[in-house]
């Protein structure tokens, strides 16, 4: 799978374990940035995950800042993201399963590496179940975002 992979300088040494893990695992990374710990705005690096992943250029995204909070915020209001911000595997799990999300944040001050790498793993293992509740709740939200971006 191809996985947009971007960060802040909060989020650039979580980062850089994950560009050496996902390869690891069978999949090849899209690096949106940063390259290094300079401070960096985290809106411009979600912002280029989110966009990868909505236009089609990776499958699914993973955006690390400090916390995890602003890349989620940023990330949510590109139409066709559904984007969660999970620090544990149930959340990371359930998040694909119930609500199809397609771009993970993490906060590279919250989580380790070796907490991080079970969740991402969680994460890209699972697939939106696609029962009739979960449909019917992604439907709503698709038809939010419709009539938000339709909205004059």
């Known amino acids: 799978m191809k996985i947009a992979l971007g960060a802040d300088h909060g989020g650039y040494e979580l980062k850089k ?5 996902l390869p690891g695992l069978g999949h090849e990374v899209v ?11 985290y809106p411009d690096y979600a912002k280029k995950v989110a966009l990868a992943v909505a236009k089609g250029k990776a499958s699914r995204g993973i955006v690390v800042c400090g916390s995890g909070v602003g890349a989620s915020v940023v990330a949510n209001k590109i139409p066709g993201i559904r984007a969660g911000l999970c620090h544990d595997t149930y959340s990371a799990r359930q998040c694909v399963e119930h609500d199809d999300v397609n771009v ?9 590496p070796d907490l991080a790498f ?35």
């Open 17 to 21: 374990r994950l560009e050496d893990f």
């Open 104 to 112: 993970l944040c993490l906060g590279g001050r919250v989580v380790g």
């Open 118 to 152: 079970e969740i991402v793993k969680a994460w890209l293992a699972s697939t939106f179940s696609k029962t009739q509740r979960h449909q019917r709740r992604l439907d709503k939200i698709l038809a939010i975002e419709k009539e938000f971006l339709s909205s004059p």
């Open 31 to 41: 690096n949106m940035g940063v390259d290094g710990p300079a401070p960096a705005d």
